[in-house]
Structure formats: C-alpha cells, structure tokens
C-alpha cells in the first residue's frame, strides 16, 4: 500500500494496481507517493483477492452516503451491496440498485471514498453494532480519505475531487409527461393536448421502448411515427420536448445497420472463447456494444444525430447495468427441465421451477462470461461491472460534445457510478406506487445529492402497481422540490396523468404543477449556486443545522438556502409532525401559487397542518424566495417580467436572481444576468435594494419587482420596484 497526498484534506491510498475509473478530475501523472503501513480509522485485512476494511463505530455516530441505495439516510443497521442491479422490487431487504456510489461521511469526523467499480459490500451497523465491516472484491483499489469533521467539507472535498454537478437545460426544470408506453405520434399527440387544453403546464414527453421498430435502438417506427420530424417540430411548437429512451443492448438481425456496423468493426463484448457475447433483453437475442472501448464510444455517440438533428435534446439510457433476462443457454437448461417434469404430477417442483425463472436473470456468471477490450487491458464485465452504465453515458455525452456542442441536454441514465454526476444524471430506477416509497424518494434526493447528483428525481405517483387519486396527489407535492419531476408509470398500471382519476384531482394537481412553475426562478437561482458552491441543492438537514434532533431527520429537507420541504406521505392525513431547528419559520400552506396562507413558527416541534390540496412549504427566517406568478404552460413560453419576492425577515435576509439562455453553456464566458435582491429591517421599517449585474451579452427580462415580505408577527410589507 502506498499514498499520495492531494492537500491538506484529502490523501489518496492506493492498493494493488487499480483499473483507473473516470471518477475523478485530477491529473494522476502528477501523484507523488509514498510507502506506507495503515489508514487512521480502518484495520484492513488483505486477503486472495479480496480486502476487508473495518471501522469502529461509536454509539453516536452517524453515517451518511452511499448515493443510489435502500435504507435510511443515516445508513446504519443494513447491509448495502454495490453492483449494479436492475430489481424492479425495492423492498427494504435488497441490498442492490442500478448504481455505485462508495462514497461515505462519518459525520463530524471524516469521509472517504473507494474507487473500486467492481463489488463492494458495505455492512454498516448490521452484523456488529459497533462496526463499519466493508469488503472490497479485489486487491486492486484506491480509497481517498477526506480529513475534516464539517460535513460539508467533506462533501465539498468528494465533489472537488470527482467535479462539478451537471446542469440541465432550464427547460428540464418543468413538469415531464412519462408512461410505459405512449406507443405512437397520436398517444402522444393527444397526451399533449390534453395538457394545453386543460391548462395543465408541462415541458416534455417520454418515449418508451415502443417507438422503435421491434426494439432496435436508434430506429423509429414508421407505422407509428408516419412522419417523425414533423411530429417532432409540431410538438416543439407546442412547447413540448421529446425524450426518448435508448437500451444498450443491440438486436442481432442481418441487415440492421448497427448491428452490421458493430460486427463489422468488432464494437461488441466477446465471451471467452472470442464470441460475441450473447443476452437476451427486450429486442431478443442481443450483443452489447463495448463502452469501455473509446473507438464504440465514439461510433455509438453519433447515432444519436438520428434525434437531435431534428432538435431533441432529452434521453434516457435505460437497461444498462447492463441488465440481462437470460442468455440462451440458461434459458435452454430451464425449458428441458420443464419438459421433464411435463409427464410427472408436480407439487414441490412448481415453486422451484416457477422461482427459477425469475434467477436466470441477472445471473453473477453472465457478468463473469464477457469481456472488456479497454485501453487498460482486457477485463470482465465483472471486474468493472459498475462502469458499464457510465461508460454508455459518456458515450452519449462525447457525442454530444460533436453533434450538438454548447447544447446543454437533458440525460438521464439508469445504471451510474461515482463522477457520473459530472456528465449527466440518473433517475431512481422502478419504484412502485407505494407510499413507503415517496419516503425511500426522500432519502435518496438527499443522499444522491450528497453524491453530487444535485438533479436527479424518482417516478413520482410510482412506476409499478396500481396508484390512488390521493397517492399521486401527495407524490407530486412533494415532486414540487424534485429537481426532476417526472410522472412516471409502468405497463399494465394504472394510468397517472394529471387528468387520470377525477376533475377534484385534478384540479389539485393543476395548481400543483402551477406552483412548480412559480417556483422555477427561486430553484433555477439555488441550483446554480449550489453547482458553484458545490453545495448539495437537495440537503439533509445535519448539512444547515446542528442540533442532535435534525442529524436524523430524514422526511425533512432544504431546498436551496431558503425553502424547507416537509411533504406529507401517509394517507388520509391532514398534516404532519415537523422539526422546525434553530430560528423561526414562516409556514406558507401553499394550495395555490398565487394565495398565501402563512404563519410563523418558533423553533420546536409540531403537528402542522396540510390539506390535500396544501403543499407545505417552509421560508426560514431571514431569507428570501422568488416566484414568477404569471401563468405559463411551459418554461420558456414567455420572458419573465415580473418577480414576486416573499421574504420571511426579521433582521435582513438576501437573494440573488440567476438568468441565462437556458439552453447553451454561454453562462460560462459570461452570458447571463444577476439581480441582487436586499431586505433590510431597521426600526420596525423595511428598505429593499435590487442591484441589476448584467452585460452588453445578456440583458435580463426583468422589469418589476414585487416585495411581500412578512415579520415575526407575520404582519405583511409589500413594496414594488421598476428595474
Ligand atoms: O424492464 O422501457 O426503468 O423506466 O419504463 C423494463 C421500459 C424496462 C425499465 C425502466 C422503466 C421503463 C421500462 N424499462
């Protein structure tokens, strides 16, 4: 073993000889290091290949991280197995997702991250107590040690080491249409209208497996997409961005250009004997194309021209763990095992037999069986199993950076490891419309945005079962502080548009999409400071406030600097217990963006109340929000003329507006306008400054500002300012 150190936090240890991820920004070549014999905190046993690390735990420590997994935000008492896995079941005992994201905070002693992508299992709490037991499949690993005991340092420390959030096109701030599967132009189309008619805003519509032609990625099919750039221009004109999915693996079928292209330039993964690897997923017999190979990525970036020629700038990449349904030997075992059976009286041999279909899925010896060809050196897919997901991703982005440079997108991946926040984001995978799971989308907003995954979001109102008028009303409320906020439903479900269940649903759901929209100019502004500050955006409570209660609330979080969110997830409740740290608040019970319904609060804890149609929103004392009260149907329908300020002062709180284009990466040299918005209270009395910082490059469309602000007696001041 030997270190290296980065500064005066962080020091790199390196095991072995590791495979170099792409997970972080740094120049390795410049790594000076020196022998050594231990890490402070851990004990390490080195084994034939494979390495136990072990942390002692105090009674009070706290454990955060991990991104993209199961289990409370404080993550001791389970066992969390990082290798990638595509389980549309996410009961409380699994132990794998679609991600890989090692990395840990101790809090208010240290954190670390291990750069291993293949398996890790993190046993937290689980077997003993007292103890962090951490197994790493290999003896080839580097771990950096951040040493601080802030929090946020330590966060701050990962995301200097791993890089900046991406950020998304202003755009993928809106509402987004998604269903497994609106299958063609005229689905489409009338999802949209349904939108404009009703007077619902929303920004993008998803397109499920079904628009391609038998499951061939980057095909779209004819008879259902009779003319697929005019459709596409009809609903850009509407106002409405396409996003279509795209699945990795690659149908075998004579004559289709890609697979011919793939096999004639030897693009895909080979199984020992030098065959292409064969998996079966949606389109059949399928080979995956290998990422990790710089020349596919290069040949796979460019397909997606197929789309964004014609102006689309929102996917997603699905199946990429890679996800696998069997291949065709496991299948082929399984039907003659059957066939045996066909003669006999079964009892027993149907519960094996039925709970064997569901394992030949995913199967630890199909990511044994194929291989990578990376600049590194041959590896198997097991080995570095947890980059397949990143590398596809990146192979989109580098594409990209070609076909449609300074274009910001919107990308959302399934399959993830750590440093992919850098380049694009993911969504959380299948959840269920199950109210237990808006609580796992709570957790994992907080701790993937500790992972710098600042946007990212769940299917709100569930993927799989069946959902309620009353579930998906509470889902989308607390969707309202999703960065991605995504309706998102599975095949055979329920159906869970806005307009799915009745006109009183509904009609909550309008103004709750409404207030989303209102909200965009305070969380577009928080979102790029945050980026800047390398701040999480979503954050858990400990990260702001330091009393014992708030390090382990986790059905509570901040928004940006300004806003807590206490969204309400049990059913047939009519409010919800809240912890209310350190300073007053203002409670804005908000059923409208247009109506306030406020009163303060001293710190403590209360039973407050919210009605379904109330989403309640929490301004902390000395801050401001910022709304955009106008009605629109999409982000980018109008320039924004007029700001609502609604402050929440008591001494003197301030804000800064964000304005770019929205749409390129201009902000960086300079392209955008800032207004400084001030509150002061003297004497009972309250002055507003508004200081305008923009360029000849970029004028704001800001002409008005209307103050609302409210004092410890909840008294209400108002003031307008021309700019
Ligand atoms: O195995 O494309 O997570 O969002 O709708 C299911 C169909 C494949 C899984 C994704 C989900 C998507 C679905 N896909």
Redesign the pocket.
Known sequence: MKKAILNEFTTLYRFGIPFETDATVFEKNDLVFEKCEKIDYFSIVEKENSTTLNIKLSNDDKVYGLGETLGSLNKRGKVYRLFAT?D?IHTPEKDALYGSHPFVIISNKFGFFIDYPGEIIFDISYTKFDEMIITINSNNFDIYIFDTKKDIEVVREYLKLTGKPYIPPKWAFGYQQ?R?SYPDAETIKDVANNFRKRNIPCDAIYM??DYMENYKVFTIDDSKFPNFPEFVSEMKNMGFNLVP?V?PGVKIEKGYDVYEEGIKNDYFCKDENGEYFVATV?PGYTHFPDFLNPQVREWWGEKYKLFTDLGITGF?N??NEP?IFFVPKTLKEYLKKIDELKEKEVGLEFFMIKDEAVNLSNRREYYKSFYHNTPQGKYSNDEIHNLYGYYMTKATVEGFEKIIPNKRYLLLS?SSYAGHHRIATI?M??NMSWWEHMLVNIRMLQSLNLSGFFYTGA?IGG?GSNSSPELVIRWMQLGVFSPLYRN?S??GTRHQEPWAFDEYTEEILRNTIKLRYALIPYLYSEFFNSVDNLKPFISPLFLHFDDEISKNIEDQFMVGNSIMAAPVIQPNAKGRYVHLPENKWLYWKASNHKYRNVKVYEPGDYYIEADLNEVPIFIRENSLIILNEEDINYVNEKPIKELTVIGFVNNSAEFTYFEDDGETYDFNSGKFAKIKIVVNKENNRYNFEVEKDESEDFVSTVERIKFEIYDEKGNKHTEIIEI
Request: aromatic fraction near 22%; charged fraction near 30%.
């Open positions: 595509d549309p998604c497994w499920d497996i999915i699945d949606w997603w699905d199946m996800s399934r969504w995978g299948d299917d993927f998102h599975a095949l």
